[in-house]
């Protein structure tokens, strides 16, 4: 399979590779995917509850080239936003900005679920209470 | 010794052509191209000489007689001559066959056609070493089977067959035996005799000859295997396979036999060396590697090795200058994971990172080091990127997770 340059400078050079504490009251943590699928990922967000812009943003990813390319990327664009702005992001925006081909699409999606993920289990954590089904919390939880 | 790049290591796929089997080749596309089956002039006779040299070739390699070769195109066609010319000959017989489900598509998807009509196929499971049940195969024959069908050697995991055992059993009970030989002829010694092997496929591009160009052995005494052909035609190969034999492909192959029977012992013994080297290299470096497939009853050229916590495609993508494969077929988009790892009991987490590497005559000392080396290096990276490994380091149970893709 041939990836983009943009994909395969995303995997030589990843951006915001790490962790925040997961039990810091301003970090939020999405853990998206499943292993058995081959991709999983982990985005933390450290979110000012003031002006809830977004001011860290960490990623782990296990998955080929392209979900490590998807995450990192989304680390880079929600910095800086806005938890509405960052909503805002599509997959398709991911999938424009690495030319991803049909078939590593979910990645993008993972990724734009992981988004979304990571900002519900802040607002949670905020005592805000998540008010569309959209939102619903797809953080994985050990049972 | 600067090393060239990229590194070939995928020699189960296909192997370059020996210097010495093109040699040999060359004449025969350009002064010697006579038809083999022109039977009344000089043209066609050096070409039957050549063929009949190259049948005896095999022949000698895996202890059959000239007679016994019949040439294709491939072992894929060896493997559908084999399975449904006896299917077809000897119906009246019977209509069941027995395989087992680490066998190649040539095979698995052959029995599947059978199926469709009217015959019986008993798909034998295998162990957690990817060999098959001695005793399941006793339950499995029923006074209808007409063939047992097992591969010698698989081409992911590299783990032999007790074809030895088998063949008694076959024999025992009257059953013919058909064996996919493409990993093993020319790396171990296969010996149709001492197997009771009935029927063995072989192909030339898997040790170092041309593409395009195979081999069955049919065995024609106790018992004398008759077949049905499948391609119909002016009745070459003795009515069991028509169309113009590929004469220079066939030197080729017999040239490509003559070499392994000479070099095999020293090859195996070699490259054995080397397997050892990268799997010390890698194992004793990285944690949480696991060896797919039987190491005591394994091709010495090959290992499987799946690599914890991180997936296989970015690996092969963090290690592009080093041809290999990989176990998960995750390019496909139906994100698969390999049949025959699942059908050894590996989970699908560690399916999805496999990689097998297959050495071959080629590869040298450096080129194992500089391989070893670069799959640390980025298993090592990968991990630091993967969440899985770090959530195994805090003690999570992964399996325990409730995953929601």
């Keep these: 399979m041939a990836y983009s340059d943009k994909v395969i400078e995303h995997y030589n050079n990843p951006r915001n590779v790490g962790s925040l504490d997961k039990n810091d009251s301003k970090v939020g943590t999405g853990l998206v995917g499943a292993p058995e699928c081959g991709d999983v990922m982990k985005l933390q967000m450290k979110i000012d509850p003031e002006t809830r812009v977004i001011q860290e943003a960490k990623f782990k990813t296990f998955g080929c080239g392209s979900a490590i390319a998807s995450s990192s990327l989304a680390t880079e664009w929600v910095r800086g936003k806005t938890v509405e702005e960052a909503l805002a992001i599509k997959n398709t925006d991911i999938v424009r900005e690495l030319a991803l081909p049909p078939v590593k699409i979910h990645c993008s999606v993972l990724a734009e679920d992981a988004i979304k993920a990571a900002i519900t289990d802040w607002k949670t954590k905020q005592g805000e209470t998540s008010e569309s089904a959209q939102h619903q919390p797809a953080t994985a939880s050990a049972h | 010794m600067a090393i060239k790049l990229p590194i070939y290591m995928d020699n189960h796929a296909t192997t370059p052509v020996d210097p010495r089997v093109v040699e040999a080749m060359l004449p ?132 032999l067959q007790p074809i030895e055992e088998i063949g008694k059993i076959a024999k025992e009970k009257g059953i013919l035996f058909h064996v996919d030989g493409v990993q093993a002829v020319g790396k171990v010694p296969v010996d149709v005799q001492r197997d009771n092997i009935d029927l063995l496929s072989i192909t030339a591009h898997k040790i170092y000859g041309p593409k395009g160009v195979g081999a069955l052995y ?6 004398r295997v008759q077949l049905s052909a499948v391609i119909d035609g002016g009745g070459h190969e003795r009515g069991m396979r028509s169309g113009t034999l590929n004469v220079p492909g066939i030197v080729g192959l017999g040239k490509a036999c003559e070499i392994c029977n000479q070099e095999m012992a020293a090859e195996a013994k070699r490259l054995l060396g080397l397997r050892e080297r990268l799997t010390e290299a890698i194992m004793g470096q990285l944690d949480e590697t696991f060896i797919n497939g039987s190491m ?110």
């Excluded at chain 2, 596309?29 to 043209?43: I, L, M, Q, V, Y």
């Excluded at chain 2, 049919?218 to 018992?223: D, I, K, L, Y």
């Excluded at chain 2, 698969?336 to 590869?363: C, M, Q, W």
Aim: charged share 25%.
């Design chain 2, 296 to 405: 005591t009853h394994r091709l010495p050229h090959s290992i499987n090795i799946s690599f914890a916590y991180v997936e296989g495609e970015s690996l092969l993508m963090g290690i592009n200058d080093i041809a290999v494969s990989s176990g998960s077929a995750c390019t496909s988009a139906t994100l698969e994971p390999s049949y025959v790892l699942k059908a050894l009991g590996v989970g699908e987490d560690l399916a999805h990172t496999s990689i097998r590497f297959g050495l071959g005559r080629f590869n040298t000392e450096e080129e194992v080091d500089y391989v070893a080396a670069r799959v640390v290096e980025t298993v090592k990276r990968l991990r630091e990127l993967s969440p899985l490994y770090e959530m195994a380091k805090e003690g999570v149970d992964l399996s325990k997770m409730n995953w929601k893709a």
């Design chain 2, 28 to 159: 025969y596309f350009t002064e010697k191209f006579g038809n083999s089956a022109s039977r009344n002039h000089a043209f066609g006779w050096a070409a039957e000489e050549a063929v009949e040299n190259a049948r005896a070739q095999i022949a000698k390699l895996i202890n059959a007689t000239p007679k016994e070769i019949i040439f294709t195109s491939g072992a894929t066609e060896s493997n559908n001559l084999a399975i449904k010319g006896v299917a077809e000959m000897y119906r009246e017989k019977g209509n069941h066959i027995i395989t087992q489900v680490t066998e190649h598509k040539a095979v698995l998807d052959t029995c599947k056609r059978l199926e469709k009509y009217g015959y019986q196929v008993t798909y034998l499971p295998v162990e957690k070493d990817g060999r098959i049940n001695l005793d399941d195969l006793r339950r499995a024959i029923t006074p209808k089977t007409i063939l047992i069908s097992i591969m010698y050697a698989n081409n992911e995991i590299a783990a």
């Design chain 2, 218 to 223: 049919v065995r024609r005494r106790n018992p």
